[in-house]
């Protein structure tokens, strides 16, 4: 076996070290015959990993849980959360072990974290298995949600074990690597809390603060800066989601992040049609989840953190619950005051300075494709176009009957008047915000199948579509095409894959 001098670990996991009692050290099963499928190369040199050490034996033993590299303490991380409203005391990795820590090339520390490792303290009924699949999907939305711009988790590679899992058919199985800023989520502070132990719920909110918010340190009371500094990533994050007509489809206390990234690519989407009820997960039957409740979502997420950290808050109960609820009570502020400006950059206009009626514009264009199912990335898209004195792509985005030609009509005069006289540059700075390219659903189906029958070819010329999402390439057309309408009316996604 090809062996490598060294991996730029970080010498200590700040977690391991800081943290016990969130963590069981445990290692993966071995993979019987591991196959590398996909690595991010650029990632891998970011981390200050040589893309081909990775390549080489040596790295695909380590990146399939065959080979722990030097110096690191794999471990199962424990934490709890609700789950569709439900709360589990007990969840933590039950497939997946948190690696170790990387300090990047721009010197931020990140977390290697391997997800479908094998059965742990935490895998309750489950496998501990992940199958490839699924894995590659996270790849996909994940670089999706990269080249949008929006703050993810990223993996870093995924390998297939060579040994079958088994689900609804028998699937070969694989192990993704994943990185992100951390892995604490507000179930990591509800697992803490849970435990009654105080001085680990304060240890859990120091490493939290030094690692992601330094200036809730700074805050005469860090507990609340603390909250405060979450409330604003997440309101800034499910803003950007919305703008991109993102559904996560899981948005459980367990997956929503202390650090403001997007995780766990399950059974997310991009909705195609404009529908704030647009749900696309098999087991969300009462919509919890759906696109536009994910602000609400957020907000009922962020305060069961807040629950958490009430005893480091204030000795005085009532006191903490005063607080803390003004800083709740500031998210839905905070996620208008990003989504606003998104929204009027998205329409041309200056994000920076709101006119009276600017509102209006924008939830009337949305309530109009809502009523006429219209496409959501291509009609934004195409009003470039409109405002470059084309408006025939936007008009066809609307179903061709004629009451939708009259509120086309009507809309965009009030747009016109309203965007001013430099269209050119109106259109470049809309082009800028407004993606071709998105993960479609039909398209990452499409490279999943393919990979089944063996072949990458679509799954990685996706990736390379989806890299620079802005940029209208020649030849690149069927990438920015909704889908099949009898594709979109049926298609769903699945949990716990
Ligand atoms: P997720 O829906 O991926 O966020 O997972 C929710 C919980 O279920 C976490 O505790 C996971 O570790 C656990 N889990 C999901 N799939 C499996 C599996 N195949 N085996 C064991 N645990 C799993
Ligand atoms: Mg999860």
């Not at 696109?291 to 997420?301: E, K, L």
Request: glycine share 10%; aromatic share 8%.
């Amino acid at each position: 076996m090809t062996t490598v001098a060294s991996w730029p670990f970080a010498p200590e996991s700040t977690f391991v070290d800081q943290l016990d009692g969130l963590y069981v050290p445990w290692n993966a099963d071995a993979a019987p015959d591991p196959t590398l499928i996909f690595l991010n190369a650029p990632l891998a040199e970011e981390l200050g990993f040589d893309a081909a050490d990775l390549r080489s034996d040596a790295g695909v033993a380590m990146l399939s849980g065959n080979a722990v590299p030097d110096g690191t303490t794999p471990v199962a991380q424990a934490y709890a959360g609700h789950q569709f409203g439900g709360y589990s005391p007990r969840l933590g990795d039950g497939r997946a072990l948190l690696l170790g820590e990387v300090v990047d090339a721009h010197g931020r520390r990140r977390d290697l974290h391997m997800k479908g490792s094998g059965r742990t303290p935490f895998s309750r009924g489950g496998d501990g298995k992940a199958a490839v699949g699924p894995m590659l999907r996270e790849v996909i939305i994940g670089e999706a949600m990269y080249g949008l711009g929006i703050p993810t988790t990223r993996a870093l590679a995924v390998v297939a074990t060579g040994e079958p899992v088994a689900r609804d058919e028998i699937l070969p199985g694989a192990i993704l690597t994943r990185v992100a800023a951390s892995h604490l989520r507000v179930g990591t502070f509800q697992f803490a809390a849970a435990t009654g132990d105080r001085g680990l719920l304060q240890r859990l909110l120091d490493h939290a603060i030094a690692r992601h918010h330094p200036e809730a340190a700074e805050a005469a009371n860090p507990a609340l800066g603390l909250l405060d500094a979450v409330v604003g990533v997440q309101a800034s994050l499910i803003a950007q989601w919305m703008l991109v007509g993102f559904v996560h489809g899981v948005m459980n206390t367990d997956n929503t992040t202390i650090s403001g990234e997007t995780i766990d690519y399950g059974p997310c989407a991009f909705i195609d049609a404009y529908d704030p009820d647009a749900v696309f997960s098999s087991i969300d039957h009462g919509g919890r989840y759906a696109y536009g409740n994910q602000p609400a979502i957020m907000m009922w997420n962020l305060a069961r953190l807040a629950e958490t950290l009430l005893p480091l808050i204030d000795e005085d109960s009532e006191a903490a619950v005063a607080a803390a609820t003004e800083v709740l009570n500031s998210f839905p502020e905070r996620l208008a005051a990003v989504h606003e400006p998104g929204m009027r950059a998205k329409l041309g206009l200056d994000p920076a300075a709101e006119e009276p009626g600017d509102a209006e514009l924008a939830a009337d264009l949305l309530a109009l494709m809502h009523r006429h199912r219209v496409d959501h990335t291509s009609a934004f898209r195409a009003l470039s176009d409109a405002a470059r004195g084309q408006d025939g792509r936007f008009r066809q985005s609307f179903a061709a009957d004629s009451e939708a030609a009259l509120d086309i009509d009507a809309w965009l005069s009030r747009w016109v008047a309203r965007i001013g006289d430099d269209r050119t540059a109106v259109a470049a700075a809309m082009d800028a915000v407004n993606p071709v390219y998105i993960a479609r659903n039909h398209l990452v189906e499409e490279a999943l199948a393919a990979v089944y029958q063996n072949d990458l070819g679509p799954f990685e010329q996706l990736l390379e579509v989806l890299a620079a999402p802005y940029a209208e390439r020649a030849g690149l057309e069927r990438y920015a095409e909704p889908a099949p309408s009898e594709f979109g009316e049926t298609f769903q996604t699945f949990c716990g894959t």
